[in-house]
């Protein structure tokens, strides 16, 4: 039974890091297999689950774990085929408990009115820790942000303030906003600093109008001393919510607090936001930052593999850094994926190796640095043969499961991303598709090929690893 408990408290900790629409599909139903030393096994429902518990979620489960059981510094994840037993009392459907979190949370809530959502001004911690100014690798096109964060810094309230910061996702933002906000909190600890996502302050903003509680609210922000408010596009047509945020940066600003905001775009393509909001920004200090070049790529990879404690060689670092190239959250994660295989295994990654992982990732793979560059060919497809081997490969899935009849979820997508890509890429016939998965007719192919269309428009995350696999396969 303890164990029970243990796994209730290690995905109460998940719950706070995962959005609710991955932990619904990618957790299903677990529970905890073994507890041995200083590691925890888990068992899951299906090769699936497991394959995006460890490749997408791997840390933040090992971190949810160690809040539960600090000495644990591994995990693991096995397939239990009998976990939908009725009988077996501990297992938890991750569903029911997600609800059950949040009816719980609401009754908490509503024992004291007057506690923030924002956790008290956030006693003084509103930021990952581990994020600050000295571990933040500056390149030619983040200087003037950096530079500018920096000085804020030091002398805040009397420096760039208020300060508009925009760029692209996953380019650092995060960390130069919490390292900001940490270390103003090292320098001035008897100031209030808050941290937030604009997400947190619609919820923040919608909560104070249920209770009638809007004026309460402007009160509690007007303690604050800094506010730094991230990803601010999410206000976008939220009118209300736009207005009173006007409010509020109005009261700090007449009180000389200092602010600092982040966006996707510069002002004046903020087309979305009331006019006066976006005039507002138009005469704050603004600054930019576009995605880092290959040489800060290598830096920003050997700092975070220092971070983490983990050697990388050079030659696998710079081809990572040649490839991983859209943002420096790639970047992290394929570090990470390195780091876990290292855990699993200890074998040091090699450049084949790691070739190999950055297709199955699902990034392109063009270039090996040795001493010259060598073209790395993808999978060329020439026959239906070659789609189910790539399907089979790409979704860790046997090809007898895609050509089978088990219509178990974990393997019913694949199938259907299987006679997709046969229908629209290839040009197959429905009959020529049926003949190949013979255990069909005619209307279950037509019917496979557009339920997944009408998947692919709701579910993101398939689309997106969809077309990754297009892209692998050149269809």
Request: glycine share 0%.
């Amino acid at each position: 039974m303890e164990k029970f408990y243990r796994l209730q408290n290690i995905l109460l900790n998940v719950i706070e890091k995962v959005k609710k629409q991955d932990f619904l599909v990618y957790f299903r139903k677990i529970s905890i297999l073994d507890i041995k030393d200083n590691e925890l096994a888990f068992w899951v429902i299906s090769t699936f689950v497991k394959w995006n518990l460890e490749i997408k979620f791997y840390n933040d489960i090992l971190e949810a774990t160690r809040k539960e059981l600090p000495n644990i510094d591994k995990i693991s994840f096995e397939v239990d085929k009998d976990i939908d037993n009725p009988t077996n009392k501990y297992v938890i459907d991750c569903t029911k408990y997600y609800k059950e979190s949040e009816k719980s949370n609401k009754k908490s809530n509503k024992i004291d009115s007057n506690i923030w959502n924002m956790t008290q001004v956030n006693k003084i911690k509103p930021t990952n820790e581990r994020y600050s100014l000295q571990n933040f690798v500056v390149w030619s096109d983040n200087q003037l942000a950096f530079s500018a964060c920096e000085a804020v810094s030091k002398n805040p309230w009397k420096s760039y303030n208020p300060l508009y910061i925009y760029w692209d996702v996953w380019l650092g933002k995060t960390h130069l906003l919490q390292g900001t906000s940490n270390e103003i909190l090292k320098k001035f600890k008897d100031k209030k600093v808050v941290y937030t996502t604009a997400d947190k302050f619609i919820t923040e903003y919608v909560m104070s109008v249920k209770k009638r509680s809007v004026e309460r609210m402007r009160q509690k922000f007007q303690e604050i001393d800094v506010l730094v408010v991230d990803d601010v596009q999410f206000l976008s047509w939220k009118e209300q919510t736009q207005n009173e945020l006007y409010n509020i940066f109005n009261l700090l600003y007449e009180t000389n607090k200092q602010i600092i905001i982040s966006w996707d775009r510069p002002p004046k393509e903020l087309k979305e936001l009331e006019p006066r909001l976006r005039s507002r920004f138009e005469w704050w200090i603004t600054v930019d930052i576009w995605k880092p070049d290959y040489e800060t790529r290598l830096a920003i990879l050997q700092e975070k593999a220092r971070e983490k404690e983990f050697l990388i060689p050079q030659d696998v670092a710079e081809f990572v850094a040649a490839n991983v190239t859209e943002n420096v959250r790639a970047l992290e994660w394929v570090l990470t994926q390195l780091i876990a295989e290292y855990d699993f295994d200890w074998a040091i990654p090699t450049l084949e190796k790691v070739a190999q992982k950055l297709k199955k990732l699902s990034f392109t793979t063009d270039l090996i640095w040795n001493n010259n560059k060598v073209v790395v060919p993808r999978k060329t497809i020439r026959s239906y043969e070659d789609i189910i081997d790539a399907v089979s490969s790409f979704f860790w899935i046997e090809k007898e499961w895609i050509l089978g009849e088990n219509r178990k979820k974990e393997f019913m997508i694949p199938r259907q991303v299987a006679m997709y890509l046969l229908k629209t890429k290839l040009n197959y016939t429905y009959e020529r598709i049926w003949n190949i998965f013979s255990w069909r007719n005619h209307a279950a192919v037509l019917y496979s090929c557009n339920k997944l269309e009408q998947i692919m428009k709701k579910d993101k995350n398939l689309l997106q690893e969809i077309n990754s696999l297009r892209d692998w396969i050149w269809i």
